[in-house]
């Protein structure tokens, strides 16, 4: 019975040996992947050399581990002994040696943690550096458009000490809503109140040669479809839409409404 019990205690020790070396085994590879995990997200340039410091203590961490790991497999494999010690005495000194392991698996999770938590601070931190970024890139677009509306600004003011601007009024006995003024370049035809620029009906174009004919009946169509029915419009004509001229003088009764022209240079600059 004796010799019995022994053997069964010899068993036990020996699959503790093992489990002792698979959980080991477990907390260095998951240290190894969370390692692998921060140096994956190392992203932003500005804290390359930041994250460069942290992966150099990290390596040292897991030489320092890997080091124990080989102490902790030497001395598993000289338990033997002590197993044999351990069945003649199995509480005092089975009790030592399991508290000795203990420790240093207490050791390696404490590290784990240290490691888990290093981990979420740079997860955040960069996250953080992305939100940054992209404020910025929104930021140097809205300072692009602004740079755009003050360059406008300044030619429009420029043009204005040339006294090439110019603001049309509404003919005397004529409805400010029932006004309209067309502008005629390269691009088409841009139609608006005289007295309210907020709202333009753009009649576009890709070349006057093939499309002046659908263009005026378009625009035909257009001043039909306008509420209140449109009774006057002042023809702006750029020299880039000067094809749309003949049309306008030649057909310009198929309109129904009263109207004007004038010619106005292609930097000329209509005040709204």
């Known amino acids: 019975m004796r010799g019995r019990r022994q053997t069964q205690l010899g068993i036990s020790l020996f699959a503790f040996q093992d489990i002792i ?23 932003t340039d500005h804290l390359q050399e930041h994250y460069q410091a942290i992966a150099v203590e990290l390596k040292t ?8 790991l080989k102490l902790l497999n030497q001395e598993l494999k000289t338990d033997n002994e002590a197993v044999e010690q351990a069945i003649k005495n199995p509480q005092s000194l089975l009790d030592e040696h399991l508290r000795s392991e203990r420790e240093q698996i207490d050791q390696l999770e404490s590290r784990v943690s240290s490691l888990e938590k ?5 997860t955040a931190e960069s ?11 929104q930021r140097e677009v809205e300072i692009a458009e602004l740079q755009l509306m003050k360059d406008q600004l300044v030619e429009k003011l420029e043009k204005l000490k040339a006294q090439k601007a110019v603001k049309y009024k509404v003919p005397k006995g004529i409805n400010p809503t029932q006004a309209w003024l067309c502008e005629v370049d390269g691009s088409g035809l841009s139609l608006s109140l ?3 620029f907020e709202k333009d009906i753009l009649i576009p174009i890709t070349s006057w040669d093939t499309e002046a004919d659908i263009t005026f009946i378009a625009l035909k169509n257009q001043l039909s479809a306008i509420n209140p029915r449109v009774r006057y419009v002042l023809f702006l004509v750029r020299p880039s839409g000067r094809d749309f001229n003949d049309h306008l003088v030649v057909q310009g009764e198929e309109l129904s409404i009263e109207f ?6 292609e930097d000329h600059v209509i005040l709204r």
């Open 21 to 43: 070396m698979s959980v080991t085994g477990v907390l260095i590879l998951i240290i190894l992947l969370l390692v692998l995990e921060l140096v994956n997200q190392v992203a």
């Open 61 to 68: 961490e897991i030489a320092s581990l890997k080091g124990e």
């Open 118 to 122: 290093l981990s979420e601070e740079l």
């Open 127 to 137: 996250e953080l550096q992305q939100e940054n970024r992209e404020l910025l890139d």
């Open 194 to 196: 005289l007295d309210n």
């Open 260 to 265: 004007g022209i004038e010619y106005i240079p």
